[in-house]
C-alpha cells in the first residue's frame, strides 16, 4: 500500500466525450458538492437540510459521470471492498431481522437504499480526487478552518445572549441539530483543523487559526464533552509544535496542561474527564445490556432494525458504542468487518512519512478521533448522512481512496514493460527467422 500523493488521471481515458465542457463542468459540481456537505455539518441545524443537499447536488452529479464513465474498474479494488463491507452486512442482515423487536421500524428496501448512497458517496469522491488529488484535501482544511470558526463563534454569540456564560449550563450549537456531544466533537475536529492553518505561511491564515483554535477551546470546555477536551489537549500541543517561536510553545503547552485544566477547575470544581462521572457508570450498564443481545446470535446478531431501544432504568436509543451495536445486529461476521476499517487505515497510516505530512497525516488523526468518539457515542453507522458520516465514513473514505490512487504508475510501469520486452523478443525472434 503505498502512500505516495494521486496525479490527475487523463479524462480520455476514462469518458466518453472527454473534451467536452459536460464532463469537466460535472466533476467541478460533484466538488463543489461535496465541499456542500462540509458546510452543511457546520451551519445547517437540522440533520434533514443536510440530507436534502446531498440528495439534490451530490447524488445526481455522481450519477450523471457515471454514466459518461468508460472504465469502473476502480470498484473492484480492496479499498472500495472495504468501505462498503460494513453498510453491506448491516444491509443484509435485515433479511433475517424480526421487525417485532423493533420500537421505530422501516422496510427493508430503505437500507438498500442507504446503502446505495454509500456507494455513490465512495464513488464520486473517487471521480473528485481522480482528478483533483491532495490539491482538493489541502482546499478542504482551509474551508473546515473558516468554516469551523464562522459556526464555533456563531454558537458562542447565540450561548452568551442566552446568558449561558453566567449560568455555565452545557452548550449546545447552531447546527447537529443542537446535540452538545455531537456538536462538541465538530469543534474537536476544527480545532486540530487550525494547527493545519498555523503552519500556512500567510500571516492572515495563521491568525484565523489562533482566533479558531481559541474559540474552540473555550467551546469545548463550556460543553464539558471528554473526548473534545482530549482533543482540545492534543490540538494545543500540536499548535506548540507549528509554532516557531520557542516563547510561544513554553506558553501554549503550558496552556495545554495547566490553564485549561485549571480553568475547568475554577469553573466546574472538577477535573476534566473526572466531571459527570454518571456518563462512565451508564455507559457501562448499556454495553453490559448490548452484549446480552449479542450473546443470543452471536455469529451473524439478530438482523438490523431502524431503532430498538435499550430499557434500563430509563430508556436509551443506542448503547453508545458503534462496536457493540453492529454486533447486537451483525454478529461476529460484522464486527470483523468493523475491524477490517480500522486495520487498513492504521496499515496505510501507521508510518512516519505518512503522519508527519500534513496530507494525510491531519486525516488520520481526524480518522483517529472519530472512531474513538464512534465508541463513545454512536450507533450502527447504516445511516443517512449525520454526525456519524464526518466522525467516521467521511475521512474514512478519503484515506481509502488516496491510497487507491496513489502511484498509479508503479501498478502500470512493470506490466508495461513486461509487454515492451515480450514485443522486443518477438521481432527479435522474427528477424533472426
Known amino acids: 500500500m503505498s502512500g505516495c500523493s494521486s496525479n490527475p ?15 469537466t463542468g460535472l466533476i467541478r459540481f460533484a466538488s463543489a458538492s461535496l465541499l456542500l456537505m462540509l458546510v452543511g455539518f457546520h451551519l445547517l441545524p437540522d440533520v434533514g437540510r443536510l440530507q436534502t443537499v446531498f440528495y439534490l447536488t451530490l447524488l445526481p452529479a455522481t450519477l450523471l459521470l457515471l454514466a459518461w464513465r468508460r472504465d469502473w474498474a476502480f470498484l473492484r479494488s480492496w479499498q ?10 448491516l444491509a443484509v442482515s435485515t433479511l433475517w431481522a424480526d421487525n417485532t423487536t423493533a420500537t421505530v421500524e422501516r422496510d427493508i428496501s430503505f437500507y438498500f437504499k442507504v446503502l446505495a448512497y454509500f456507494v455513490l458517496f465512495y464513488c464520486a469522491l473517487f471521480l473528485v480526487m481522480e482528478q483533483r488529488g491532495d490539491g482538493m484535501l489541502h482546499r478542504w482544511l482551509r474551508w473546515l478552518i473558516v468554516l469551523g470558526t464562522v459556526s464555533c463563534a456563531a454558537s458562542l454569540v447565540v450561548y452568551g445572549l442566552d446568558g449561558g456564560f453566567r449560568k ?31 503552519s500556512l505561511d500567510s500571516r492572515r491564515w495563521r491568525a484565523l487559526s489562533w482566533l479558531g483554535l481559541g474559540l ?31 516563547v510561544l510553545r513554553v506558553l501554549v503547552i503550558l496552556g495545554a496542561v495547566a490553564v485549561l485544566p485549571a480553568a475547568y477547575l475554577l469553573l466546574y470544581g472538577d477535573l476534566p474527564l473526572l466531571h459527570r462521572g454518571a456518563a462512565y457508570s451508564i455507559r457501562l450498564e448499556l454495553w453490559a445490556k448490548s452484549l446480552e443481545g449479542f450473546l443470543q446470535s452471536p455469529w451473524i446478531g439478530s438482523g438490523l432494525v431502524h431503532k ?8 436509551l436509543p443506542h448503547p453508545h458504542n458503534y462496536l457493540l451495536d453492529v454486533a447486537r445486529f451483525a454478529g461476529l461476521v460484522g464486527v470483523a468487518a468493523c475491524l477490517w476499517q480500522l486495520l487498513a487505515i492504521a496499515f496505510i ?32 453507522p447504516l445511516v443517512k448522512p449525520s454526525y456519524i458520516w464526518i466522525f467516521y465514513w467521511i475521512p474514512l473514505a478519503v484515506l481509502l481512496v488516496r491510497n487507491q490512487l496513489a502511484c ?5 510501469a512493470p506490466d508495461s514493460q513486461q509487454e515492451l520486452s515480450k514485443i522486443s523478443n518477438h521481432q527479435t525472434l522474427e528477424s533472426h527467422g
Open 408 to 412: 498509479p504508475a508503479e501498478k502500470t
Open 9 to 23: 488521471h487523463p479524462l480520455h481515458e476514462l469518458y466518453r466525450q472527454p473534451e467536452s465542457r459536460w464532463v
Open 308 to 315: 430498538q431501544f435499550i430499557e434500563l432504568d430509563h430508556v
Open 80 to 89: 472500495f471492498a472495504c468501505f462498503i463491507s460494513v453498510p453491506l452486512i
Open 168 to 198: 455555565l449550563y452545557r452548550i449546545g450549537g447552531i447546527s447537529m441539530q443542537n446535540n452538545i456531544d455531537k456538536t462538541a466533537m465538530l469543534y474537536g475536529f476544527h480545532v486540530l483543523f487550525c494547527c493545519y492553518g498555523l
Open 216 to 246: 474552540g477551546c473555550v467551546y469545548i470546555v463550556v460543553s464539558q464533552t471528554k473526548i473534545p477536551i482530549v482533543m482540545a489537549a492534543f490540538a494545543i500541543c500540536l499548535a506548540a509544535v507549528v509554532s516557531h517561536s520557542k
Open 349 to 380: 497510516g501507521l508510518r512516519r512519512d505518512q503522519l508527519l505530512s500534513w496530507v494525510p497525516g491531519i486525516y488520520l488523526v481526524w480518522f483517529g478521533f472519530g472512531a474513538l468518539a464512534m465508541l463513545i457515542y454512536a450507533q450502527q
